[in-house]
T-cell receptor, first 112, second 115 residues
Framework: DAKTTQPNSMESNEEEPVHLPCNHS???????IHWYRQLPSQGPEYVIHGLTSNVNNRMASLAIAEDRKSSTLILHRATLRDAAVYYCILRDMDSGNTPLVFGKGTRLSVIA | DAGVTQSPTHLIKTRGQHVTLRCSPI?????VSWYQQVLGQGPQFIFQYYEKEERGRGNFPDRFSARQFPNYSSELNVNALLLGDSALYLCASSLDLAGDQETQYFGPGTRLLVL
């Protein structure tokens, strides 16, 4: 599986936008970029995924670089409930049957 | 709609014992995957089942086994428990195995402590 690199931790003020970066320089043409987050004492939660175009949903936005070697998860207004570990994961969706390969993720702290 | 449910929520065992963890997927989901998460690390893949058949296995010893039932619920069994098996065991379900239906939804996990 192609690897991703994320900062170990980040900090944000409440109600400010947060940009969580992810580098994936060895991404292949069929790899989708997935983001999951894990709140304290909970299982991981799907956030968003994309292939080439930027994506928006009710939770976040995903900005994908033109060369696809990096991406950024954007939380438009961080709340205290967004404090979690955020995982950037590559999945070859075309081959199917691929488990999620988690790294250590980015621990996001939100300050009131 | 109910999400993925797991039982028990917490469990304490001693070395050498065996344990059975249970998972009920979201209604209509046909695939179940199991992950182990030790403290401070991301979850590690153990097994994936689809339509009662094993479709993937991670790098875990044969002491770990699983099965999926006709109602798509699943059990994870671990024999001859070691201290290092202490972890949060997560179950995830997905509608199918391909495309957007492959998005996995996780349960809250079972926290296992081996003494």
């Amino acid at each position: 599986d192609a690897k991703t690199t994320q900062p170990n931790s980040m900090e944000s003020n409440e109600e400010e936008p947060v940009h969580l970066p992810c580098n994936h320089s060895t991404i292949s043409g069929t790899d989708y970029i997935h983001w999951y987050r894990q709140l304290p004492s909970q299982g991981p939660e799907y956030v968003i995924h994309g292939l080439t175009s930027n994506v928006n949903n009710r939770m976040a936005s995903l900005a994908i670089a033109e060369d696809r070697k990096s991406s950024t998860l954007i939380l438009h207004r961080a709340t205290l409930r967004d404090a979690a570990v955020y995982y950037c994961i590559l999945r070859d969706m075309d081959s199917g049957n691929t488990p999620l390969v988690f790294g250590k993720g980015t621990r996001l702290s939100v300050i009131a | 709609d109910a999400g993925v449910t797991q039982s028990p929520t917490h469990l304490i065992k001693t070395r050498g014992q065996h344990v059975t963890l249970r998972c009920s997927p979201i209604s209509g989901h046909k695939s179940v995957s199991w992950y182990q998460q030790v403290l401070g690390q991301g979850p590690q893949f153990i097994f994936q089942y689809y339509e009662k058949e094993e479709r993937g296995r991670g790098n875990f010893p044969d002491r770990f086994s699983a099965r999926q039932f006709p109602n798509y619920s699943s059990e994870l069994n671990v024999n001859a428990l070691l201290l290092g098996d202490s972890a949060l065991y997560l179950c995830a379900s997905s509608l199918d195995l391909a495309g957007d239906q492959e998005t996995q939804y996780f349960g809250p996990g079972t926290r296992l402590l081996v003494l």
